[in-house]
T-cell receptor, first 114, second 111 residues
């Protein structure tokens, strides 16, 4: 069964450093998403991306965050200057279409900011 | 955003059916009902979704009340691998594509 692949599985970074989280969505999917889950809390929406642009973002997704689809296969989330409160599991997801379709999520990247 | 209400936790024995309820009394006519689950230390996993009619797939069945104010996810024979947090999520069919996760129902399955 096709999978969404995320790398790395665990990233440790110092506060203030930039991190890039990488995702390879399912190849024929057109809609891409990032979610995060702080330990012990709910899964939270960050951003959705379609046709090479952001279609929706949450209040969490401020100027420190950016997304990019640099080529036909990768989808990245960049955090410019990490804070301690950015420590969380970050999940990438993709979907073949909007709204009426289910998402496929990756296994996540655990980001630890020290 | 439309809200759902689920029990915090449920228990089942292996190989027994499990009925996971969800109330969504403020559902609008165009909201899809989605179910996802999250196994320990993993990302959410799509289970099933529906609009008005009951739905079946290889993982589960979804029974939707006639007035759509509630739904039930049915696992026909629970296995240990089904132990997870199950999320019932309303997904509007217009103007937003995000999933809003609640706290879900933690399902424990006993051998």
């Amino acid at each position: 069964e096709p999978e969404v692949t995320q790398t790395p599985s665990h990233q440790v970074t110092q506060m203030g450093q930039e991190v890039i989280l990488r995702c390879v969505p399912i190849s024929n999917h057109l809609y891409f998403y990032w979610y995060r889950q702080i330990l012990g809390q709910k899964v939270e929406f960050l951003v959705s991306f379609y046709n090479n642009e952001i279609s929706e973002k949450s209040e969490i997704f401020d100027d420190q965050f950016s997304v990019e689809r640099p080529d036909g296969s990768n989808f990245t989330l960049k955090i410019r200057s990490t804070k301690l409160e950015d420590s969380a599991m970050y999940f990438c997801a993709s979907s073949p279409g909007p709204l009426g379709y289910g998402y496929t999520f990756g296994s996540g990247t655990r980001l630890t900011v020290v | 955003d439309a809200k759902t209400t689920q029990p915090n936790s449920m228990e089942s024995n292996e190989e027994e059916p499990v009925h996971l309820p969800c109330n969504h009394s403020t559902i609008s006519g165009t909201d899809y009902i989605h179910w996802y689950r999250q196994l320990p230390s993993q990302g959410p996993e799509y289970v099933i979704h529906g609009l008005t009619s009951n739905v079946n797939n290889r993982m589960a069945s979804l029974a939707i009340a006639e007035d759509r104010k509630s739904s039930t996810l049915i696992l026909h024979r629970a296995t240990l691998r089904d132990a997870a947090v199950y999320y019932c999520i309303l997904r509007p069919s217009y103007n937003t594509d995000k999933l809003i996760f609640g706290t879900g129902t933690r399902l424990q399955v006993f051998p």
